[in-house]
């Protein structure tokens, strides 16, 4: 087992890009899961109230991942993540001048936790108000593609940055 997270080393937005590329190849390309119960969820979230993306990042990583880790320590369930948090898509593709700058978060999860558990932790992490769409993708043909989407705004017009993901994936 072994454990792959991000580091703390400050990137160019080519580079995080790249970095984003391969885990979420290596993660698609993991074949051997501790428990069956696999499931992959590609979530959305809108409207969280947060102010900036470090503030975003900081609420994601330290109050709804490092929480579900702390609980699922000792059981057989497990967790892998990789999160991107972005702009309007006004600001992503630079048209116009954009209603708001309300950063959002998209995040592939591959756990073993099961939907409703899931759903509990995003909604007691976030505001009530906060928009979250879950959409399981497991059997989804097209996840090799999904990486695109996930780095479109650094691709158009490089607002991606170290504080805008991050993941943690566990290999088997």
């Given amino acids: 087992m072994k454990l792959i997270c991000k580091d ?9 890009v790249r970095e984003l590329e391969i885990i979420y190849d290596i993660w698609l390309n993991q074949k051997k899961y501790p428990i069956p119960g696999n499931r992959t969820y590609h979530i959305t979230i809108t409207d969280t109230h947060a102010k900036n993306e470090k503030a975003l990042h900081f609420i994601l990583t330290n109050n709804l991942f490092n929480r579900i880790n702390r609980d ?9 993540y990789l999160f991107v948090i972005e702009y309007p898509e006004d600001i992503s593709r630079g048209e116009r001048i954009p209603k708001n700058c309300k950063v959002h978060s998209h995040i592939v999860l591959n756990t073993s936790i099961d939907h409703e558990t899931l759903k509990y932790y995003l909604h007691s992490t976030f505001d009530t108000k906060a928009d979250i ?15 695109k989407y996930l780095t479109k705004q650094a691709k158009t017009n490089r607002l991606l940055t170290d504080r805008s993901f991050n993941y943690k994936i566990t290999l088997y």
């Fill in 8 to 16: 703390k080393k400050p990137k160019s937005t080519s580079i995080a």
């Fill in 72 to 80: 699922l320590r000792n059981k057989p369930d497990y967790l892998n």
């Fill in 133 to 147: 769409f879950i959409e399981e993708t497991t059997n989804r043909r097209d996840k090799g593609q999904f990486i």
